[in-house]
């Protein structure tokens, strides 16, 4: 049995020992759940948990909400608002380190693999951080990738007052780099790429710069759950993350299925779009040589921490949060 396998029986025996006891509406634990930004392909796993019901089978009541970006959900977690949500790692270390009487941990790492690019058009002729001296890069504010980049510019020795920061919502993104008002911008590759390719684009039209690639090998986006919760109830949230882990691994399955969880939600979005940005999603962030040996949600400490540590050194942290400060490891594969 392969170690997919595993956690797909692990998961489904926690959510049948549930089941087996079924609650009454009224004694289903309410859950609110924030996403990292709009309803986009990275959603339809937990969409997909929802609509076939793993988290009531799981006991649970779970709302799942979109938001603006990362730093949205964890200050939405950390308010105690919602309970738990998706963010990125290195948002999260950034929080912590600043706030850490009041932040978030992650409970299960889904992204082994970071998604934050710096992406341009061929044209410009961007091909590492070093190019983008004397040029304008447009990005977010609240996103995983915009909170990045000064700690990528950093890590590549670039100086941030080198480079035209022109704040931008993420709705317009992509279409200003393609009009040419910037020079690059940053998103999450999946997202960025996915925007552009229906506009015509080729892969040898862009430039697509992976953080990883350049001295940020940071964990990405993962399950984070509020102090309070899991004070106050460790168990919702393991049952939460194997209702969380099924949508996972039927998403892996089929992401067509799981796509078609979007469009349930917003009938204008893109569905075979979607399921080949899933896909995407899943081949290069989420299955990688580590999940792969080792299980969705495997960690490597001595990775995290150096992980923490890069944050926190180039957003110039008050504090270097510990691993326990930012993550609860009892809800891994096979705890």
């Given at each position: ?68 970006g ?95 920061w022109?704040?931008?919502?993420p709705?317009i ?81 089929d ?41 969705i ?39």
């Amino acid at each position: 049995m392969n170690t997919f396998s595993r956690i797909k029986t692990l998961a489904a025996a926690t959510l049948l020992a549930c089941a087996a006891a079924p609650a009454l509406a009224a004694d289903l634990v309410p859950i609110k759940f924030s996403l990292n930004s709009s309803i986009s392909a990275d959603a339809a796993p937990y969409l997909l948990a929802l609509e076939r019901g793993y988290f009531k089978q799981a006991g649970l009541d779970v709302t799942i909400d979109a938001s603006s970006g990362s730093g949205e959900a964890v200050t939405r977690v950390a308010s105690g608002v919602y309970q738990m949500g998706s963010a990125d790692f290195a948002t999260l270390v950034e929080f912590a380190g600043r706030q850490p009487a009041v932040s978030p941990k992650a409970v299960l790492v889904v992204y082994d693999r970071a998604p934050q690019a710096v992406i341009s058009l061929a044209a410009a002729n961007i091909k590492k951080p070093a190019d983008l001296v004397g040029k304008t890069v447009g990005g977010g504010t609240t996103d995983g990738p915009a909170r990045l980049f000064p700690a990528l510019l950093a890590s590549a020795g670039v100086s941030k007052d080198a480079v035209k920061w022109r704040q931008v919502s993420p709705q317009i993104r992509d279409s200003m780099l393609l009009t040419k008002q910037v020079d690059a911008v940053v998103g999450n590759d999946y997202t960025t790429w996915f925007n552009l390719k229906p506009r015509g684009l080729k892969p040898e039209d862009v430039n697509i710069l992976e953080y990883a690639d350049f001295g940020l090998d940071v964990y990405s986006n993962s399950i984070i759950a509020s102090q309070a919760m899991l004070k106050d109830d460790p168990d919702a949230v393991k049952r939460f993350v194997a209702a969380a882990m099924k949508g996972w691994q039927d998403a892996i399955a089929d992401p067509q299925a799981a796509a078609k969880t979007l469009t349930n939600r917003d009938k204008l979005i893109d569905g075979p779009l979607e399921a080949e940005r899933l896909a995407w999603v899943l081949d290069h962030k989420v299955k990688t040589p580590h999940a792969l040996k080792y299980g969705i949600g495997s960690i490597d400490p001595q990775r995290m921490e150096k992980n923490i540590a890069t944050v926190a050194e180039s957003f110039g942290l008050p504090s270097v949060p510990s691993v326990a400060t930012v993550y609860d490891g009892r809800f891994a594969p096979g705890k």
